[in-house]
């Protein structure tokens, strides 16, 4: 693509065509991947197809999403789109809530993010993946995507609300497995809210167990306040007028602050045992590394800088799987991007799963070659050729927490375990918020 700016056009660009009523969403459904990547290598840098709900701009090109998720930022959204998947459950959370509440919700989880607070989490973050190897047995067949989003949630339990849940894991487990599953069906995505579809049963069952649980921490922490837990914090704040916040407006945040902190990590350390399991070569480097630098030892925090390697193969990890495939934005002013005028009322959608597997920025993009994350690369790549955890003002806030996690969770498995695919899994994956495996990924595990 040209640097130069091209000229404005009344024009729209080229897309795919879809079907009468349902427009896309039906190719969307049963082949989402094959379908945002088709329609990137056929139409270009900026594709546009109409659908029920109005226009729709899928952008292809890291400059273009650079402009909407940064420099242009204050005129987007997240909007109608996002608000039906994930407000059902997640209500007006940090994830979907705007203008003032976000700010104001941010400003206040953010000190659980700070570098310093993260970094005291190692030691916790290495017990409990500790814990888990416990768990298992030489030659043992484990549910990889099952043991890991069982981690992750401890995890991110007592590192934002100082508690453990090890009763209510698979209640939540359970309730966030119904909630993904019921937003991929086509009715949840196309029919008025106000009907009641067996998906959004499925939906409000997922809430109803996921508020036992949530109200329940909100009261003991309202009994036994800390200064270092997220819920204590928000039970303080106050508005401008001396009110406190709802126990709702907690309770939403709580829920996305548990789903957000763990899925996308759990995802992150599934496909990268997948890729080390069919990439043996990959998988002896790492483990290598893991020998010169640890020596046997434990991981530490201390450790990280030297285990470039370890984190190299997230990164690879993340750019053929990102957890998450893809970010709508819905434009509340007037913008051009690429020549074109998108106005109000079209839908945005960036697809990481497209852009990191883009040859123009990759070279052999479909392999998996954690080796070629060089300073070199970083320094040629376009700022948003690589955009795990999104970019700008809503960029994950997370992000460094899911980066010290997956480390060192790895570095914990890998020192000790070898894991081998069962023959014949394949990763099929679904696309609704999160790039999750259509069925579970089974390893047999061999102690080393």
Same mark, same amino acid.
């Given at each position: 693509?040209?640097?130069?700016?091209?000229?404005?056009?009344?024009?729209?660009?080229?897309?795919?065509?879809?079907?009468? &009523?349902?427009?896309?969403?039906?190719?969307?459904?049963?082949? %989402?991947?094959?379908?945002?990547?088709?329609?990137?290598?056929?139409?270009?840098?900026?594709?546009?197809?109409?659908?029920?709900?109005?226009?729709? @701009?899928?952008?292809?090109?890291?400059?273009?999403?650079?402009?909407?998720?940064?420099?242009?930022?204050?005129? @987007?959204?997240?909007?109608?789109?996002?608000?039906?998947?994930?407000?059902?459950?997640?209500?007006?959370?940090?994830?979907?809530? =705007?203008?003032?509440?976000?700010?104001?919700?941010?400003? *206040?989880?953010?000190?659980?993010?700070?570098?310093?607070?993260?970094?005291?989490?190692?030691?916790?973050? $290495?017990?409990?993946?500790?814990?888990?190897?416990?768990?298992?047995?030489?030659?043992?067949?484990?549910?990889?995507?099952?043991?890991?989003?069982?981690?992750?949630?401890?995890?991110? !339990?007592? !590192?934002?609300?100082?508690?453990?849940?090890?009763?209510?894991?698979?209640?939540?487990?359970? !309730?966030?497995? =119904?909630?993904?599953?019921?937003?991929?069906?086509?009715?949840?995505?196309?029919?008025?809210?106000?009907?009641?579809?067996?998906? +959004?049963?499925?939906?409000?069952?997922?809430?109803?167990?996921?508020?036992?649980?949530?109200?329940?921490? $909100?009261?003991?922490?309202?009994?036994?306040?800390?200064?270092?837990?997220? $819920?204590?914090?928000?039970?303080?704040?106050?508005?401008?007028?001396?009110?406190?916040?709802?126990?709702?407006?907690?309770?939403?945040?709580?829920?996305?602050? &548990?789903?957000?902190?763990?899925?996308?990590?759990?995802?992150?350390?599934?496909?990268?045992?997948? &890729?080390?399991?069919?990439?043996?070569?990959?998988?002896?480097?790492?483990?290598?590394?893991?020998?010169?630098?640890?020596?046997?030892?434990?991981?530490?925090?201390?450790?990280?800088?030297?285990?470039?390697?370890?984190?190299?193969?997230?990164?690879?990890?993340?750019?053929?799987?990102?957890?998450?495939?893809? $970010?709508?934005?819905?434009?509340?002013? %007037?913008?051009?991007?690429?020549?074109?005028?998108?106005?109000?009322?079209?839908?945005?959608?960036?697809?990481?799963?497209?852009?990191?597997?883009?040859?123009?920025? @990759?070279?052999?993009?479909?392999?998996?070659?954690?080796? +070629?994350?060089?300073?070199?690369?970083?320094?040629? *790549?376009?700022? *948003?050729?690589?955009?795990?955890?999104?970019?700008?003002?809503? +960029?994950?806030?997370?992000?460094?927490?899911?980066?010290?996690?997956?480390?060192?969770?790895?570095?914990?498995?890998?020192?000790?375990?070898?894991?081998?695919?069962?023959?014949?899994?394949?990763?099929?994956?679904?696309?609704?918020?999160?790039?999750?495996?259509?069925?579970?990924?089974?390893?047999?595990?061999? =102690?080393?």
């Amino acid at each position: 693509m040209s640097s130069d700016t091209p000229p404005v056009t009344d024009e729209k660009p080229s897309g795919p065509d879809g079907l009468p &009523l349902v427009g896309n969403q039906l190719a969307l459904l049963r082949e %989402p991947y094959a379908f945002m990547t088709r329609t990137a290598r056929e139409y270009g840098d900026i594709a546009y197809w109409e659908e029920p709900t109005g226009p729709v @701009y899928q952008l292809n090109h890291p400059e273009y999403i650079e402009q909407v998720l940064v420099q242009n930022n204050q005129h @987007y959204i997240k909007g109608d789109h996002f608000q039906t998947m994930l407000g059902p459950v997640m209500g007006n959370g940090i994830l979907n809530s =705007e203008g003032a509440v976000w700010r104001r919700n941010r400003h *206040l989880i953010q000190p659980a993010f700070s570098s310093n607070r993260i970094e005291g989490h190692a030691p916790m973050m $290495i017990g409990f993946t500790e814990d888990l190897l416990e768990t298992w047995a030489d030659g043992q067949t484990r549910l990889i995507h099952e043991d890991m989003m069982e981690v992750t949630l401890k995890i991110v !339990a007592r !590192a934002l609300f100082g508690v453990d849940i090890d009763d209510s894991v698979d209640t939540v487990g359970a !309730a966030f497995d =119904e909630f993904m599953l019921a937003t991929e069906t086509l009715s949840h995505l196309v029919l008025p809210q106000q009907i009641p579809t067996p998906s +959004r049963r499925r939906i409000q069952w997922a809430r109803e167990s996921l508020d036992s649980l949530v109200y329940q921490l $909100i009261e003991e922490r309202r009994a036994n306040p800390t200064d270092q837990d997220v $819920i204590s914090k928000l039970l303080e704040v106050t508005d401008e007028e001396g009110n406190t916040l709802s126990d709702e407006q907690i309770r939403d945040e709580v829920v996305t602050l &548990l789903f957000a902190g763990h899925e996308t990590t759990a995802l992150a350390l599934t496909f990268a045992a997948y &890729l080390l399991s069919t990439n043996p070569a990959v998988e002896r480097a790492l483990v290598e590394e893991l020998d010169d630098v640890l020596g046997g030892e434990t991981p530490t925090i201390a450790d990280l800088d030297d285990l470039t390697y370890t984190e190299q193969v997230v990164k690879e990890s993340m750019r053929l799987y990102p957890p998450v495939p893809g $970010i709508v934005r819905e434009p509340v002013k %007037p913008d051009i991007i690429g020549g074109y005028e998108i106005q109000p009322g079209a839908t945005v959608w960036m697809h990481q799963w497209v852009v990191h597997r883009d040859p123009r920025w @990759y070279d052999d993009p479909l392999s998996f070659r954690p080796e +070629r994350w060089t300073d070199d690369l970083e320094n040629d *790549l376009p700022r *948003l050729a690589y955009f795990p955890f999104a970019a700008g003002p809503r +960029r994950c806030i997370g992000d460094r927490f899911a980066m010290l996690e997956a480390r060192l969770t790895l570095a914990t498995i890998y020192q000790n375990y070898h894991l081998e695919l069962v023959p014949g899994t394949e990763l099929d994956l679904r696309a609704t918020i999160t790039s999750r495996p259509k069925h579970e990924v089974p390893m047999t595990v061999h =102690e080393r």
